[in-house]
C-alpha cells in the first residue's frame, strides 16, 4: 500500500490534466493573431471554447497561454478571449468597436501632448533656476578669492612688519607663509 502524502491528505489527490501541446511540425495549420498588447496569439481551428491557445514566444516553440483575458483587435470588432489555466478557452466575446474610440484616443493624445509642454515649461524654469544658482555661488567663490588674497597680502604684511620672513616649501630658501624664522 503507497503512502499518502500530507499534500494528498490535506487537499486530496489531484487529477492530472492532459495540457494541449504545439504541434510544431504542423505549424501552418494554426490561426493566428496579435493581442492589443502585442503577443501573438495561436490557435489550431476555430476561435471558440475548449480550443487551445498559444503565445508565440521569440525563439522558442509557442508556450500554452497563461490563464486571463486576451484582446483581439480585428477589423473594427474587438474580440475577448478567456483562457484557463490549461490554456483552453473559456470564454469568447466580441464586441463592435466604439466609434468613440478615436475621438478618445485624439483626447488622450492631446493630453499628452499638454503634459509634455507643461513637462518642459517646469524643466526650463528649474533650468533658469540652476543657472542663477550657479551664477550666484560663481560670485560668493569669487569674493572669497578675493578676501583670501586680501588676507594673505595682510598677512604677509604684518610678517614684513614683525621682521619675520615667511619659508615656503615650494622654494629651496625655505621663504614662504608656512615656515616663519625671524630675519636678522
Known amino acids: 500500500m503507497k503512502r499518502k502524502t500530507?499534500?494528498?491528505?490535506?487537499?486530496g489527490k489531484k487529477e492530472e490534466v492532459e495540457k494541449p501541446v504545439f504541434d510544431a511540425e504542423n505549424k501552418e495549420k494554426y490561426e493566428t493573431a496579435t493581442d492589443?498588447?502585442?503577443?501573438v496569439l495561436m490557435w489550431d481551428g476555430e476561435l471558440a471554447e475548449g480550443t487551445a491557445l498559444f503565445v508565440e514566444v521569440?525563439?522558442?516553440e509557442p508556450i500554452l497561454a497563461a490563464?486571463?483575458?486576451?484582446?483581439?483587435?480585428t477589423d473594427g470588432q474587438m474580440t475577448i478571449v478567456t483562457v484557463d489555466e490549461a490554456g483552453i478557452?473559456?470564454?469568447?466575446?466580441?464586441?463592435?468597436?466604439?466609434?468613440?474610440?478615436?475621438?478618445?484616443v485624439e483626447e488622450v493624445a492631446e493630453a499628452m501632448k499638454a503634459m509634455q509642454a507643461a513637462h518642459k515649461t517646469a524643466l526650463s524654469e528649474q533650468k533658469e533656476e540652476f543657472d542663477k544658482q550657479i551664477v550666484i555661488i560663481a560670485d560668493r567663490f569669487d569674493n572669497m578669492l578675493a578676501d583670501f588674497d586680501k588676507y594673505?597680502?595682510?598677512v604677509e604684511a604684518?610678517?614684513?612688519k614683525?621682521?619675520?620672513?615667511?619659508k615656503s616649501k615650494h622654494t629651496k630658501e625655505k621663504d614662504g607663509f608656512l615656515n616663519t624664522k625671524k630675519t636678522k
Open 152 to 154: 594673505k597680502e595682510d
Open 6 to 11: 500530507l499534500k494528498e491528505m490535506l487537499f
Open 36 to 39: 492589443v498588447s502585442g503577443n
Open 162 to 166: 614683525a621682521g619675520i620672513k615667511p
Open 158 to 160: 604684518a610678517f614684513d
Open 58 to 60: 521569440e525563439g522558442e
Open 89 to 104: 478557452i473559456t470564454g469568447v466575446v466580441t464586441e463592435e468597436a466604439e466609434e468613440e474610440t478615436e475621438e478618445v
Open 67 to 73: 490563464a486571463g483575458d486576451y484582446s483581439i483587435d
